[in-house]
């Protein structure tokens, strides 16, 4: 497709104890991309802004269109 897709954003990350009482580990939602000639280019991340975000562990952001992943990265978050 061309012109603006809606594509699956999934992050995956560490279990996160909220302030709330609330545990999560990832969420997902539909995102908006511009595709064109077949190329679809943005940015995508995670800002840590939250003392009880700062979590050690395995972290994976992934693209998705009809099920198929497009892309995904996974990276390992430290704490020093």
């Not at 809606?6 to 995102?31: F, M």
């Amino acid at each position: 497709p061309e012109g603006e897709v809606l594509l699956d954003w999934t992050v995956k990350h560490p279990e996160i104890n909220k302030p709330d009482g609330t545990v999560s580990t990832g969420y997902s939602y539909k995102r908006p991309v511009l595709v064109k000639n077949g190329l679809a280019t943005g940015t995508s991340g995670y800002i840590l802004n939250q003392p009880y975000e700062l979590v050690h562990g395995s972290w994976e952001f992934t693209y998705s269109y009809n099920g198929a992943v497009l892309v995904s990265q996974r990276f390992e978050a430290i704490s020093q």
